[in-house]
């Protein structure tokens, strides 16, 4: 019985920091899909970029830990205006292949920057001291570092929540969401406020990027390795919503986790078959709007 709940704390421990990461890089997505309508598959590379910016900023400049993350959020946000401006702004009302192709051109540029300029091999952040250790609890060591990645996607889950449901900037967003044509009918410049959620977007993802990088290491090829899953979490939640992308990469997080310390053989089959079952019984997402 005790070996069983030690089982149990651990997966759903484990289970809850990598639901964190993958719920703070993939949020900006659900947003930017749900709002812009635009099919986003090079997402993942600005939390690539958020990775090793911070590895950048730590190594070259020797930054703490925090700072290098703030300020990697910070740059991926800027560069994701640029790109915004340049290339998805032209796209906006165009097919669904074209959107297609070029996000996907983009992870083909990208992914031949970041060979170039940081070679082949995967990178992980040197974590400070302060949370690279262990912790105790109830005669059980638990990583501080994970309970740290816990810690934080609770709050950013609180903060987005908060500024999304109420306040006035996020009152326009879900009314951009829901209506863009009568949102502009009513004086918001859908425009200005695209680029604002896209650059939010891009810089959660490069956040979460750089704050995950010591669970999901940082390489070249991390924008087309990791997209199933960053796509599967905003099917499931439903684009748009932040309550359904944080349900929806609990699930993933917790039950990919489980099967993969249960039954190793086929655990990574699970994230196909909750997807399946989920958008079966909800096309729409778990807090998808139905039409």
Known sequence: ?????????????????????????????SLTMGMLNFVNLAHGVFAMAGGYAAL????????????????SALLVALASIVLERLLYRRLYGAGE????????????????????????????VDLPPVISGHFFVAGRDFPTYRAF?????????????????????????????????????VGINTSRLFTTVFALGSGVAGLGGGLGADIIA???????????????????????????AFVAALILGIGDTACKILIPEVGAFFVYAAVFVVLLIRPAGLFGRTT
């Open 97 to 124: 292949l074209d959107q297609t192709l070029m996000t996907i051109g983009l992870i083909f540029m990208a992914t031949a920057a970041a060979h170039f300029a940081f070679g082949p091999l995967p990178q992980r």
């Open 149 to 185: 990645l816990i810690a934080a996607g609770c709050v950013m889950f609180l903060v987005l929540w908060f500024g999304i449901e109420r306040t006035l900037v996020g009152a326009r967003i879900r009314a951009a969401v829901d209506n863009r044509s009568m949102a502009q009918c």
């Open 1 to 29: 019985m005790a070996s069983l709940l030690s089982v149990i704390v651990s997966i759903v421990f484990h289970g809850l920091a990598y639901a964190m990461v993958l719920y703070v890089i993939s949020v900006g997505l």
């Open 56 to 71: 950048w900023i730590m190594k070259a400049q020797g930054a703490p830990f925090t700072l290098a993350l703030l300020m």
């Open 218 to 244: 940082i390489a070249p090829g991390y924008a087309m390795e990791h997209l199933i899953y960053f796509l599967i979490v905003v099917s499931m939640g439903g684009l748009g919503s932040i309550t359904g």
